[in-house]
């Protein structure tokens, strides 16, 4: 095998950067990203909303707004106010 040059070094890790960036500026990773920082905010609200209500799951995601969200994010949230569980379809396991 042969080692790259340090101009080569150089360029090659230019061009991973480059891919790197393009990926990061593409719709679906920005959603994706949006969609699971919205999850950690409403899983946020959901624990203070526990923690101020001395053990009690909201009924419904709505009812953590205004105190602990300015409003239920967009997105097809999965909520079960039985055990407090929040997710999404599109992101099963996060």
């Avoid at 080692?3 to 150089?10: C, L």
Wanted: charged share 25%.
């Amino acid at each position: 095998m042969v080692k790259p040059t340090g101009n080569e070094k150089e360029e090659i890790q230019k061009e991973i950067q480059k891919a790197i960036d393009q990926k990061k500026s593409s719709p679906e990773y920005i959603s994706r990203s949006t969609d699971l920082n919205n999850l950690g905010a409403i899983r946020s609200a959901i624990s203070l909303y526990f923690a101020d209500t001395k053990g009690k799951f909201p009924p419904s995601l709505n009812d953590l707004v205004p105190k602990f969200l300015k409003n239920v994010p967009e997105g097809n949230w999965n909520y079960n106010p039985q055990t407090g569980d929040v997710s999404h379809p599109d992101y099963p396991g996060k």
